[in-house]
């Protein structure tokens, strides 16, 4: 708080309102000329819900989020020479260790690290940001340990948030309701492309925690899923396995309103979507039958029906 700093208006980021930046993903989800990179192909998406005998299209947002950990970024470290030991809240040794390696230079066999309880952690321990934060400071006062608790201002000013998503999601159908062809585009910003560069690269741009849960076992015949990739110069990160808690939000939500527009309840509409899923069926009618689907409900009350598949666990 003491220091005078000027900070440079070059940021990238420094104009960012998420208010604004949903409104550009959301129009460019809808340019579907604009096509990103595949994450998923099966068959030819485009060409089945272009014959349809009709088709259904929505569009779904998600914000940013912040972890907020109970126990704020903090990390110990003493420097002795060519040595450093760190004492951190943290869910990888590995990237405490590389980041030191890496960024501060450190040989790996003169690193020693020590994790401790974290406090809370849902992905954002994983970062190693507030690790290096006090080695720098211990660097300064070699032979003395330092120790950096963030206060919760920089905790949520700096944290790497989940990533601001608009998604696109348009669906063909028959003459009977049923699904020809669903093509699902998700626009954001990369986590790998800054945490794991080496690995954003080979998978040809492809960004798997973003898109994880866009993967489905239903019975669709043609399926496609985009990336569309933004940069607009904020870090985002692994907030609580990331991709299915908007990916699976988008496609449950819409598979209601294609039910509801093929007049089909949205249970049996799942349940014949999943014709060769025996375990799926199995949770989907155990739950229906849990929840006395068919009951009529009082007015002013309802019932909604959601299934996710993510990392092969039925829901």
Known sequence: AALKVEWSKAAKARGYNSG????????????????????????????????AAK?????????????????PMNATALVEGDKIEV????????????????GLKYKPENIK????????????RVEADYVVDA???ARAVEGRPVKVIWTREDDIQNDKYRPLTAQHLSAGLDAQGNIVGFR????????????????????????QPVCEGSEINYAIPNHLVEYLRE???????????????????????????????????P??????????????????????????WKRKRPAGRALGFAYSDAWDAHC
């Not at 604004?20 to 604009?34: E, F, H, I, K, V």
């Not at 690290?113 to 954002?124: A, I, S």
């Open 20 to 51: 604004q930046m949903l409104a550009a993903y959301s129009a460019r989800g809808r340019d579907l000329a604009d096509g990103g990179v595949e994450f998923l192909k099966h068959n030819d998406a485009k060409g089945a819900i272009a014959g």
């Open 55 to 71: 088709t259904i299209t929505a569009e779904y947002t998600s914000e940013h989020v912040a972890h907020a950990c109970m126990e």
């Open 87 to 102: 004492w951190a809240p943290s869910q990888s040794a590995f990237v405490m260790n590389l980041a030191l390696m890496l």
């Open 113 to 124: 690290t020590n994790v401790t309880l974290l406090g809370g952690g849902f992905g954002r």
């Open 135 to 137: 080695a720098i400071l």
């Open 184 to 207: 699902h585009r998700i626009v954001a910003e990369s986590i790998y492309a800054r945490a794991a560069p080496p690995v954003f690269q080979q998978a040809g741009g492809k960004d």
């Open 231 to 265: 940069q607009r110069g904020v870090d985002v990160g692994f907030w609580r396995a990331v991709g299915p808690g908007y990916t699976k939000f988008a496609i449950e939500t819409f598979v209601d309103e294609i039910a509801r527009g093929a007049g089909r309840d």
């Open 267 to 292: 249970v049996e509409y799942r349940m014949a979507l999943m014709a060769k899923q025996p375990r799926a069926r199995a949770v989907m009618e155990t739950v229906a039958q849990m929840a006395d």
